[in-house]
Nanobody, 118 residues
C-alpha cells in the first residue's frame, strides 16, 4: 500500500504563488508516476501535472506556462510550484501515485484546498 499526504494549500491573491508538497510512503516501487489533479466545485477532476520516476513531465495546457512539477526521489516527495495564480485555479488539489508496470495501481491523497481570491 502507498500513502500520500499533501500540504501547502491555502489562500493566495491572484498573481501570487504557492508550492504544494506530497510525501509518499509505503510500498513504493519503480517505475512510477506521481502528480497532481484538481477538482473545482461542480466540475470533474482534471489532470494538472505528472512526473515519472525517470523525470518525464506532463502538464495540462491551462497550467504549463505557470506551474512546474518536480520530485525528490530520495524523499519520495513531489512538488508543484504554482505561479501567476488565477481565480480559475481554485480547487482541491489531489496528489496521485501510479505504478507503471504490471497492474497500474493508482493511489490518491485526501487533497489540499487552494483558493485564489482578491
Amino acid at each position: 500500500q502507498v500513502q500520500l499526504v499533501e500540504s501547502g494549500g491555502g489562500l493566495v491573491q491572484p498573481g501570487g504563488s504557492l508550492r504544494l508538497s506530497c510525501a509518499a510512503s509505503g510500498s513504493i516501487s519503480s517505475p512510477n508516476a506521481m502528480g497532481w489533479y484538481r477538482q473545482a466545485p461542480e466540475k470533474e477532476r482534471e489532470l494538472v501535472a505528472t512526473i515519472t520516476s525517470g523525470g518525464g513531465t506532463n502538464y495540462a495546457d491551462s497550467v504549463k506556462d505557470r506551474f512546474s512539477i518536480s520530485r525528490d526521489n530520495a524523499k519520495n516527495t513531489v512538488y508543484l510550484q504554482m505561479n501567476s495564480l488565477k481565480p480559475g485555479d481554485t480547487a482541491v488539489y489531489y496528489c496521485s501515485y501510479r505504478r507503471l508496470y504490471g497492474v497500474r495501481i493508482n493511489t490518491w491523497g485526501k487533497g489540499t484546498l487552494v483558493t485564489v481570491s482578491p
